[in-house]
């Protein structure tokens, strides 16, 4: 970000504008770690994916972000995988992921 400025000194007289540039480093990104819990044959099995994610310090995770699909435009909240069941990310249970019978 910059910034032009002057300067006047005791006669009043003024500066030519100068130009005070600031540049600010964003925080790195957060880290999203890898998950597994067992569950029984068709029963839903919730994850608390979040638990082991970070954000970096000064910053905080929004479990309502959760994408499931990455590769797509967007974000999936929900995400089948054919033969396998539902995903489904739950924010009010702190970015839970609840997949779906079948699995
Ligand atoms: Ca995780």
Redesign the pocket.
């Known amino acids: 970000m910059q910034i032009p400025y002057t300067i006047q000194d005791n006669l009043g007289q003024t500066s030519a504008p100068s130009t005070l540039t600031v540049n600010v480093t964003p925080p790195p990104a957060p880290v999203?770690?890898?998950?597994a819990k067992a569950g029984d044959f068709n029963q839903p099995v919730v994850v608390p994916?979040?638990?082991?994610?970070t954000a970096s310090p000064g910053t905080t995770l929004v479990p309502g972000s959760i994408d499931l699909d990455p590769s797509t435009p967007g974000q999936e909240t929900t995400r089948t995988i054919p033969g396998k069941g539902t995903f489904t990310a739950a924010a009010r249970r702190h970015g839970a992921l609840r997949p779906g019978a079948g699995l």
């Open positions: 999203a770690r890898d998950d994916a979040l638990l082991n994610d």
